[in-house]
């Protein structure tokens, strides 16, 4: 789960890491009191969940109010990714004498944690990983005796921070591996910190993106999660236990394995067809994980086919049907719905299910065959 | 034989008084696997099963009293790792953990703590094993594979239920199938597996089943370019994924080029070894050569 | 450091350990206005630092407001094990079903914290213990990974806790748990823990005791360091670094290094000489650290000799010699001071020294017995 | 040839730059013992010692430069558990802390950290090694001791120096002393050193100076009756010392019986080896027999 920039930095704030003053806003009223209390200048900041805002100008900096108005509805009306922005953050303007890029993350392949530095802060982080690997420092944390202090002076070292300054980052950086592991992060990132007036380290950006899987124990931060970011039908997915996934084309899929989900997307994409999204229904569903996938399907507005692959194994075949048939039995089916039963009851399940006007099919490949040729209305 | 485990290994189930635990017990059993007993905090001196497999309250006793040397972890995500901790340091030789969703951080410092450990940690997120018609641990459908040949090595479960049992139809069988868990930190890779089945007599040819995500493939090929002298075959799925979503398993994200099915088809065709470009010329492949 | 129980319940309940209801008292007036809260029982227990309280009638249970008064009277006019009681608790007094011990101490030998459990909790643990070492369980800790859920199950099952109430134990223990690693904890200790009323855990009384090399790092608690407990010359010296225990005799005792200061007293005893005070003055003591180590010996009225033994290694002799100097030519010595300077810059030492009177000897077997003797008196 | 190091082995010294850490690098350098370079975090780039030792900004940069082998640590305690887990984690082989004072969970995840380390830590809280004429680790005055055929291990510090200075006057020389230091958990007991001295060709004789508190002296009388073949001597401080009490050492404090000077001794006794019951009597024990 990602955060928000502004509640990521009140986070921050809570342990300790400088940030810059601000506040978030919604319009331009708000922005305006903020940019009373913050002036002469300050910077605007889109508040969505992707990177690359400063390139698509979503980071700005306003010397007056009327600057502080007119930047702010530019950035509200401003679509960055896909995302629209809905707030933004109103901040003081910090003088930057140096950037740098500090991250800790969850190195998946090595099953460690590790710390990343780079003298390179700032946009062009990516740019400077691109032509030069060695712009980044990377230095593995043991998981049971967490960061040390030692590896912190070794960041500080690689990235020639000035040695004045080594105390200052050590607090910031140990307080970043405190706030990685009380909260189970995935991975924290500051970028850039910067050097402020000769002698102040500051994070003016921070990234805080929590472990799905941990969530649970965290129920603090749930309030930051952003219902208004996540997308309506993920959302109920989420709400009803299952894994959904939007993608932009407009065959409605719903399979039980993420893995055999994801044959199933590979085949109709093979075929040239378009998944309107992944859904995983999960091991051993009962009916009501069923109907409610297939009520999310259907209320898909971009949906044209709907197409259901289960593999019994756990899952049980007439369990799935069951669940269809709930739903088809209270409404009228308008679009052609392909299943394909195999394993587990699937007889008996595909029995329950002769007089519903499916399309039954006997294979995944066929299934997805099949699915596209609706889809396309290449045939019928 | 199985690789990895003898298929008389006495093997205990904790969380055997959950509902998915009691359920592939019962199936474990039914396959004839030798369930010896099951572990439940609180529950202990309850039996199970008709009475026929005792409870006991902490995974040690329930070595102390039937010598189980394999435990198969179903318990919830939220206590899961500290029943990989429990197995580990009762020092069973293997550890099949089929939970879901353990938190990272819990994963990365179990890892370390293992590492001076001789217990083998198979998953988490993993089906298990099944060698056909000799044991199975786990929750890989016993229906859907044959004896044969072809050893299998999964990232996935239904997925490789699907592959295995179209397998079958073609007429192929199988030595061992295990799943190594879609999550993205894993006690065991491909390589230790690809070591056993090199070594197996009953494997003559070696089919991987690998996702996006991570770097477990490129692990796979290295030590497959080094090691392997069977054939080896390989399909990744997720090629139409698309980058920074996570495709419902944990592991199953692109977050660099190396994660992407396009790269590590790459990597595996370098490699030499045969690639399914699709699920459906998976049997064929593996039949004609 | 060892902490009075009431503030260590403090503690505990910052960590959600559950205690009974009480405050502290240091007379009968406020004894007594704690009872209207708890009445109609009370328990009041002495706030000495030292085992025993129980059997010396430092623990008695009040029915009455009279009972009350009586009874911190006598408390406070107790003496236990030679620490006057300044301080009471008043407790509500809560039934007791069934009495546990907890402990998790820091194993020396072993080099990792232990968690320890019996079920003869209560007073007579340690006789329990000398009958029987079976009576505790005692599980090692790994000091990384930290102490495990199934641990605590581990030791539930070894006490044969009830196992409707393994989850409120399991809290307790890694409450417990956390408390010793948050606060560098030497020990904790909960003896009894008891269930109360058929299904409530509740600690009644509490012990932690801090590492002393880690209280630097926990400011927070050194508003539970008991000066009214400590001497006033163990305070002294440890304001001044000098490591200072007080003992029962006569012969004040100087001497730089812990091994050689423990073998100095050794060789006092073994002459039949009562050594007053063990007094490191540490490795590289300057001046001003020995001129405050013998203002401590002279303060003292018990002392009849004084014995100063400096090997110089790193502590320089004349700097030895510097420091008695400065306190010598402002104050008239009434004492002998028996004096041995060996190793680096001792002749210097002697030198500076030979006009003050001193009794100087060669060696630490001579100094020891000219000391014995003029403390006895048995010979000049 | 010292136990444990050459007599040439390359050496830093961590905390170079404080007063302590200065002080005795110049006394060590005096001796003979090879100082090649000194740490200090944020004085990397520095000169000492009239310009001819370089300071390092860490243990790791230090290494690179000089091939440094060994450390003697004098950060202060609130930093020495950080320079100990530096100086492991660059692999240096032997690490020497003099410091006193270093919290004792930090030193319990230290030992464990260590676990699967090469590195060999002596102290914390120790005087360090001396072999006369040989080398020099550590702050036991250069003066006392002179060439010999005894091996010195010992738990404290001036203590060690009044002994060795006695046999020295005496006549007996040393063949190394060396200090295990002071404190309750300690990187190196006395077993390992024992078993270092039985081997040492230029040592006959075996001097154990313990003091009360803890089991290192049960242990090094248990791994005597084993091993030794070496006449053992020994000498417990602390008799006179009341229970509960910490006598200025953090581990001279008797918890339990089994800390006692008197069970101690009792051990030795029981052992057959030979025990000095004063400090006076130790020189002529040891040049009697």
Redesign the interface.
Known sequence: MRIQEYQSKRIFSHYGIPIPKGRVAINAIIADHIYEELKPDVVIKAQVLTSGRGKAGGIRLAKSAEQVEQITNDILGLTIKGMPVKKILVEEAVKIDQEYFIAII?D??A???ALMASKYGGMDIEDAVRENSSAIYTLPI????GL????V??AA?AVELP?QL?NDFADIVLALWKLY?EN?A?SVEINPLVISEGDKLIALDAKVNI????I??HPELTEYFDLEEEDRMEYQAKKYGL?Y?K?DGDIGCM?????????T??????QGGK?AN?L?IG??ANSEKVSSGLKILMQDERVKVILINI?????RCDEVAKGLLSVFNNTTIELPVVIRL???NAVEGLEMLKNSGLIVVE???EAARISVQLSTGSKK | MSILVRSDISVLVQGITGKEGHFHAQKMISYGTRIVAGVTPGKGGDWVMDGKIPVFDSVKTAIEATGAEASVIFVPADHAADAIYEAVEAQLRYVFCVTEGIPMQDMMRIKRYMQTSETQLIGPNSPGLLSPGKIKLGIIPGEVAKPGNIGVISRSGTLTYEIVNELSKAGAGISTCIGIGGDPILGTGYPELLELFEADPETEKILIIGEIGGRFEENAVRYISQHNTKPVYAYIVGKSAPEGRRMGHAGAIIEKRAGSAAYKNELIKNAGIRLASSIEEIPALLLKS
């Not at chain 1, 472990?211 to 941990?214: E, L, P, Y």
């Not at chain 1, 399979?255 to 044959?263: H, I, K, S, T």
């Open positions: 969850t998946k392949d099953g460690m944690p043991d998981p049971l005796a040390l202090e030692f590896q002076r070794s070292l040695k080594w592991e189970d995935d472990d799905d899987n941990a649970y124990r894994s996934v993608l399979v039980n394995g993420a893995g055999l989900a994801m044959a997307l590979d085949l109709l994409s093979d998944p992944f995983d091991g051993g593999f019994g194994g756990i899952t195999a394993g587990t294979n995944i490949g």
